[in-house]
T-cell receptor, first 110, second 115 residues
């Protein structure tokens, strides 16, 4: 049981490039979330999904898109990366009121 | 709108001393309350949570927290700090209404444990 996994672990992008972060969970959870973590700001919710085929905006959705085509996967896309998107990105899935977090993806946008 | 405030971005204690990390929330209705810990270069791990019932909640690694409705607080304590407790700690709340499970996090408190 791997729990929540994230791919890649690290990535460096140039401004304007695009990329997709993959989150996968093997716990059959309905709810999944994407957060970004910045120093002194805690974690802020980008987008979330309450089930396969559904997505919704969180607190800081601008510049990001998501898809939940399969229950176990939740993808976060950056269409045109900006330096302000330099951050650590965490995915989580939820069961019985508790969110379980992945190890994170450290993204740097130059 | 809900919000969470963690008093003190850095807390330093000696090994064996009491750990007290403060968390206050703002919500019209008492929310679900959580404490997460993050070790360097890792994801977040649940320490404990309060949903209903007993207001003193015990978690992993000897930590506990008490929900005080009158003070809108959920402070985290541990009687005796260990070097392995050095980490960043996050308080979070989740709305009881609706069913999205969204978490609102505090800014985090870095705990330093001195030998």
């Amino acid at each position: 049981n791997a729990g929540v996994t994230q791919t890649p672990k690290f990535r460096v992008l140039k401004t304007g490039q695009s990329m997709t972060l993959l989150c996968a969970q093997d716990m059959n959870h309905e709810y999944m979330y994407w957060y970004r973590q910045d120093p002194g700001m805690g974690l802020r919710l980008i987008h979330y999904s309450v089930g396969e085929g559904t997505t919704a905006k969180g607190e800081v959705p601008d510049g990001y898109n998501v898809s939940r085509l399969k229950k176990q996967n939740f993808l976060l896309g950056l269409e045109s990366a900006a330096p302000s998107q330099t951050s650590v990105y965490f995915c989580a899935s939820r069961s019985s009121g508790t969110q379980y977090f992945g190890p994170g993806t450290r993204l740097t946008v130059l | 709108a809900q919000s969470v405030t963690q008093l003190g971005s850095h807390v330093s204690v000696s090994e064996g001393a009491l750990v007290l990390l403060r968390c206050n929330y703002s919500s019209s209705v008492p929310p679900y309350l959580f404490w997460y810990v993050q070790y360097p270069n890792q994801g977040l791990q649940l320490l404990l949570k309060y949903t209903t019932g007993a207001t003193l909640v015990k978690g992993i690694n000897g930590f506990e927290a008490e929900f005080k409705k009158s003070e809108t607080s959920f402070h985290l304590t541990k009687p005796s700090a260990h070097m392995s407790d050095a980490a960043e700690y996050f308080c979070a709340v989740s709305d009881r209404s609706g069913n999205t499970g969204k978490l609102i996090f505090g800014q985090g408190t870095t705990l330093q444990v001195k030998p």
